[in-house]
């Protein structure tokens, strides 16, 4: 006789004390067949609640043999206690769990299938028969005996309960006299689910029947036509289908058979789906009715059986019929033993990967739902908010125009079937291979990808954020924003930014110089800016005088028409700061938007360039409009109370410095100082002037983002100055930015010789920035551009003393290390959120890339930088 043990889940041992429970386990154990810590024994339960291993009340007084007992009771009471802990622990985590206890009453095993059923876990009775006077034997040779009067009484009971195992609910019920113990074979079944992953997997959303989509899909992946009519990867690669292979499309049937050959010949897995699963029932000749396309894929058996006969079509059916079966409800595929990846076609509970039920496979088929709408449409709850570990959970059913991502859960039904794409995930790679779909196929009125853009500006659900999440961008991949973080950034959107249908980008903060300058009387130098992108290969540079300024977004509209449209409210524009608050006071930002609204207006601009927006990324001065109480409460007074406190100490050394000769240096250091405080309040006025009225304000772009209908990332730095002297032509608030080319070591040292004229007199600086807008090197992005601030402006940022020797070898030690990494995510977030939505994607995309910009900013970094 052989046993098949599951893979994880409860072994319920029968039978009454001395038909061999614990011989046999210990056997197991020997034989290596199990490992002593998947045994929970009744037993050794009982001693560790007591430290008692044996109570006998037998032959005691009546009095002291009721008080054994009592005690008997409550020993075992808590010993079954912990073993129903343990054993629910074991479920809870999937492992196999053997329990050595008698289990003769019905009411002790009802409780274990119970506890089966609620982990999702298999049960299976290994019912040991042993003769009565085998019983009573053992018994006998026993230290301590349970005598003949209780084994009689289990006996009579066990054969009472026997004939009724069978019909409780086990996966399997074996009943094993003493002769097929001898003779027994115990083997061990792996998680049919779970997959070690070899050369890694192609993970396809919902195709619905769009054969050719799906044949150009995995060309592109690499996958190549052999002899036997088979797409074989040359590095070994197979793929997996979300499952929804069929309806919709007229081609169901084709791509049903085609995963019907792949599987067989081991090269691909399929997911069982909603589709699949009403396909499979429908062929296993149950009454189901057949709606949202399934009547096509019934019709095309129609079609092969006129032109293949009946005998054919019997066999095709019953094939199909056990593949969609049997299609398992997801998989986990899996790294050196451990979980990498879960695919699922509609969603899974944490609670649940790695387990099978029916309960798993409905929630793995529908999702999580509450009910249907007014048209009879599921209304699905977010599922994924409950993700809380690194696996990733992969998923379809649900189509999104793009790629959706969060929480470390990525949808990639993209609705092909609906016209949209057909998409792949590369694992490990998490690269994504998508094939546009050549028309819609669906014919249905209910395209969710229109639904989807109608919802466009729907307001996010906040409880996808709130436990952190991650943004899939395309630059540099995952983004994890983490929790502690963005509950501040979602209470500074929810009180003070911009609404945020329109906080559609937040400039990225930017980094100085890797290194601090080689030279010794400066902090910071173009040199080692120019020598950063020259190490990295980057040859053409563009060096911008930095405006000194307060970073702004100007996302400006065509007309109130077509804000109504991209935003969903009458505005001309908007104009924030990089924190997304508004930068004016709204009477001022009207003024200014409706000025500069109509200047290009004037010269025709949005019809120039057929585009019902354009977004900008400026500087805006003078400085104190938006700094002026930072200017007022720390420069002015630190400037007034420093120059006052200092030129009296130097008045007062120098009265006394010709009776006192060695008190010189200490005048020559005052005067120093005094100097250093006059920089200080020189640099930081230059940047301050009065406004009377918008004509004093002026407003320097350096970066076109975008249009309604493109993205500017492709274009090169250069372009982007030349669209900023175009724009202060066209508009008397914009100003030109001046810049220069870095090509060679002669252009090198002319901009070098340009930042220290520029600087001397306290302007900020430079920025150095690649020519491309995306610099990478071997595919990683480089740090798009890098600050370099002049001497004298850095008094206001270090200190008016910073330049003292000590000081500065002090602050050359400085650490860029999280400022340039926070500066290429923000930047690839940015650029993320762009793209979303002038793809038109849903307002609850393009947010989570904000909202991750501003939670990165409340991570420490020293401001300085």
Not at 595 to 619: C, P, R
Not at 629 to 655: C, F, G, M, P, W
Not at 698 to 727: C, G, R, Y
Request: hydrophobic share 35%; with cysteine.
């Amino acid at each position: 006789m052989q046993i098949t043990l599951p893979y994880a889940g409860i072994v319920l041992l029968v039978g009454p004390s001395n038909s061999g429970k614990t011989t046999f386990l210990q056997r197991l154990i020997d034989e290596q067949t199990i490992v002593r810590s998947e045994v929970v024994s009744s037993d050794d339960c009982r001693v560790l609640v007591s430290d008692i291993e044996y109570m006998d009340w037998r032959d005691r007084p009546k009095l002291e043999a009721d008080q054994l007992f009592h005690q008997y009771q409550q020993i075992s009471k808590e010993a079954f206690t912990m073993m129903d802990a343990l054993v629910e622990a074991r479920c809870r985590l999937n492992k196999l769990t053997f329990i050595d206890a008698t289990h003769l009453h019905p009411d002790d095993r009802k409780r274990y299938i119970s506890m089966a059923r609620k982990h999702h876990v298999p049960i299976i009775a290994i019912i040991l028969d042993a003769p009565q006077e085998v019983l009573l034997e053992r018994d006998e040779q026993r230290d301590h005996p349970r005598g003949k009067r209780k084994l009689k009484q289990q006996f009579q009971t066990f054969k009472r309960e026997k004939r009724f195992m069978k019909k409780e609910g086990y996966k399997a019920t074996y009943i094993l006299d003493i002769n097929d113990l001898t003779t027994l074979e115990m083997k061990r079944s792996n998680n049919p689910i779970e997959v070690e992953l070899q050369a890694g997997i192609d993970v396809i959303g919902d195709i619905h029947g769009c054969f050719d989509e799906m044949i150009a899909l995995l060309e592109k992946l690499g996958y190549k036509l052999n002899e036997a009519g088979l797409y074989v990867h040359p590095d070994g690669r197979k793929f997996v289908s979300l499952g929804d292979v069929m309806s919709r499309s007229p081609r169901s049937l084709d791509t049903m058979l085609f995963f019907l050959r792949h599987i067989k010949a081991g090269l691909a897995y399929m997911i069982d789906s909603n589709h699949g699963w009403k396909i499979a029932r429908w062929l296993d000749g149950r009454k189901v009715t057949l709606t949202h396309g399934d009547e096509q894929t019934a019709e095309e058996f129609v079609q092969f059986e006129e032109q293949f006969g009946q005998e054919e079509t019997v066999k095709i059916k019953a094939e199909l019929k056990e593949l969609l079966l049997q299609a398992p409800s997801h998989y986990v595929f899996t790294q050196n033993g451990l979980p990498a990846l879960v695919c699922t076609h509609a969603g899974i509970k944490d609670k649940y990967i790695g387990k099978q039920s029916r309960r798993i496979s409905d929630f793995c088929r529908y999702g999580d739902t509450d009910g249907v709408d007014d048209n009879g449409k599921p209304l699905r709850k977010d599922w994924f908010i409950h993700h809380n570990h690194s696996t990733l959970i992969v998923w379809g059913h649900d189509p999104k125009p793009q790629p959706l991502m969060i929480n470390n859960t990525m949808n990639i039904d993209q609705g092909v079937v609906f016209g949209g794409q057909l998409t792949a995930l590369r694992f490990p790679e998490k690269e994504f291979v998508a094939i546009k779909a050549a028309k819609d196929y669906s014919g249905s009125a209910d395209n969710p990808l229109k639904e989807w853009e109608k919802k466009r500006l729907d307001p996010p659900n906040i409880v996808k954020f709130l436990n952190g999440y991650s943004v899939l961008t395309s630059e540099v991949g995952e983004i994890k924003v983490h929790p502690e973080r963005v509950k501040s950034a979602i209470d500074s959107v929810s009180h003070f930014t911009v609404p945020i249908e329109q906080l559609i980008y937040v400039p990225p903060t930017m980094s100085p110089t890797p290194k601090a300058a080689a030279s010794p009387d400066y902090l910071e130098h173009p040199q080692e800016a120019i020598d950063y992108y020259r190490s990295h290969g980057i040859e053409k540079m563009v060096a911008e005088k930095k405006h000194m300024g307060s970073r702004a977004v100007l996302f400006l509209f065509k007309d109130e028409t077509s804000a109504k449209k991209y935003v969903g409210s009458n505005t001309l524009g908007t104009i924030y700061t990089k924190s997304g608050r508004r930068f004016f006071d709204s009477v001022v930002e009207k003024e200014v938007v409706a000025k500069i609204s109509q200047e290009l207006n004037e010269v025709d601009y949005f019809n120039k360039y057929h585009t019902d927006f354009v977004l900008l990324d400026a500087e805006i001065m003078p400085w104190n409009l938006k700094a002026k109480e930072l200017i007022s409460n720390q420069y002015a007074h630190v400037a007034e109370n420093a120059i006052l406190d200092r030129t009296h100490l130097k008045e007062k050394l120098a009265a006394v410095k010709d009776q006192h000769p060695q008190i010189s240096n200490w005048l020559e250091q005052y005067t120093t100082k005094l100097d250093n405080a006059s920089t200080f309040k020189n640099v930081f006025q230059t940047y301050c002037w009065d406004i009377n009225g918008i004509e004093h304000i002026q407003i320097a772009p350096f970066h076109v983002l975008a249009h309604s209908n493109e993205t500017f990332f492709d274009k090169p730095h250069t372009w982007h100055m030349e669209k900023s002297h175009e724009f202060a032509q066209d508009s008397t608030i914009f100003v030109a930015t001046e810049y220069k080319m870095i090509e060679d070591e002669t252009s090198e040292q002319e901009v070098i010789r340009w930042w220290e004229d520029i600087t001397k007199d306290g302007h900020e600086g430079i920025i150095i920035k690649p020519e491309s807008f995306l610099a990478k090197e071997k595919g990683k992005l480089l740090q798009p551009a890098i600050k370099v601030r002049g001497r004298q402006y850095l008094t206001i940022i270090y200190g008016m003393d910073y330049l003292e020797p000590a000081n500065l070898e002090r602050l050359k030690e400085r650490n860029t290390g999280k400022k340039q990494k926070h500066a290429l995510l923000q930047f690839a977030l940015g650029i993320e959120a762009i793209q979303r939505f002038v793809h038109g994607e849903p307002i609850e995309r393009v947010h989570e890339c904000a909202l991750a910009i501003l939670a990165m900013e409340a991570e420490p970094v020293d401001p300085r930088l």
